[in-house]
């Protein structure tokens, strides 16, 4: 399906709102195909989370605040229908805060302007919906420029799963410090992790970079330590779903593993976020909800049974890096070390 959404060069719009409903790319159809998705209502929103058609915590936020208001678009009857269209959109994905973040912004907008006329509380919702997308763009390209100074010159940065432009508003949080010391004319590459099972690096990471043009290989997960060994990978970024407020990192699964190994060999590991991936709620990343999903994403590959029949499968979607093994955590408003309850606390008062 053809549609207003733009690719260039250096952009890639994961998501847009249009005057036929919120349009994004088929993140499940890459790298074989640039399909596009139009949800027409907050029904084909929650879908398209839950199905991974758009995926990545800040890209999940956009697309619930965007479901927000074309729920709000739609309804007649606003009072009755917002909880039940917020509820809907929570109950897409567990782990990534974004997603709740993004519902509780779209609520209080609401609840602070409830009374006004019913025309203008549903525009002033769409605004705020593209408000959350301008935003995250910015916050990438800030979150890109903190970044880049960590990247070692003349070495290779390792990345799992997909942190990049395709799981944000666009330009992405990892692969945002990658694009950005690139532009700051270091000379890297990039390591893509596959990241078995869904292959978000296999399939987005190299697909998007290698569009970039930026320098990069695909290696099986299973590959990171000994090419951390071997001297070669000067930093390992990733991004995260949830960072509770002790600097635990919940992200992508596998992402533990890679942090053991890059502390192992004494190789910096750095995670991208926004604030809104912040949860400072949460004392430890202990309490973070971690996703189980469909067993058929580890028996089979594009579709291919690759295991026997029947065989019990465990899926889940995410882990808890403990904080002892985090470099930095590179913010829009700066990089948080340890100790993380202090510095992250402080970076969020600076809002
Ligand atoms: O299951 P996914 O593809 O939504 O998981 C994505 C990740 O784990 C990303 O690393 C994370 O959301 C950060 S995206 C900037």
Known sequence: MSSPAVLTQNTIETIEWTPNGVVMIDQTRLPQEVAFVTCRNYVEVADAIRNMIIRGAPAIGVAAAMGVALGALQSDDLQR?????????????????????????????????????????????????????????????????????????????????????????GFGTAL??????????????????????????????????????????????????????????????????????NGDVANKVGTYGLAVLA??????????????????????????????????????????????EGIAVANPAFDVTPNRYVSAIITERGVARAPYEESLRELCKRG
């Not at 509380?121 to 903190?146: C, F, P, T, W």
């Not at 694009?179 to 270091?186: D, F, I, L």
């Not at 971690?290 to 594009?302: D, L, N, P």
């Open 81 to 169: 229908d917002m909880p039940i269209i917020c509820d809907t959109l929570a109950k897409t994905r567990p782990t990534a805060v974004n997603l709740f973040w993004a519902i509780d912004r779209m609520k209080q907008v609401y609840a602070r302007i409830q009374d006004s006329d019913p025309g203008e509380i549903r525009s002033r919702l769409v605004k705020e919906a593209q408000l959350v997308r301008e935003e995250d763009l910015a916050i990438n390209k800030q979150i890109g420029q903190y970044g880049a100074p960590l990247v070692p010159d003349g070495k290779t940065v390792l990345t799992h799963c997909n942190a990049g432009a395709l799981a944000t508003a």
């Open 176 to 245: 945002g410090v990658v694009r950005a010391a690139v532009r700051e004319g270091k000379k890297i590459d990039v390591f893509a992790d596959e990241t078995r099972p869904f292959l978000q690096g296999a399939r987005l990471t190299a697909w998007e970079l290698q569009r970039d043009g930026i320098q990069t290989t695909l290696i099986t997960d299973n590959m990171a330590g000994h090419f951390l060994k071997s001297g070669r990978i000067g930093c390992v970024v990733v991004g995260a779903d949830r960072i509770a407020a």
């Open 263 to 308: 502390k192992e060999n004494n190789v910096p590991f750095y995670v991208a976020a926004p604030i809104s991936t912040l949860d400072l709620t949460l004392p430890s990343g202990d309490a973070i909800p971690i996703e189980e999903r469909a067993g058929v994403e580890v028996t089979h590959i594009g579709g291919i049974q690759i295991a026997p």
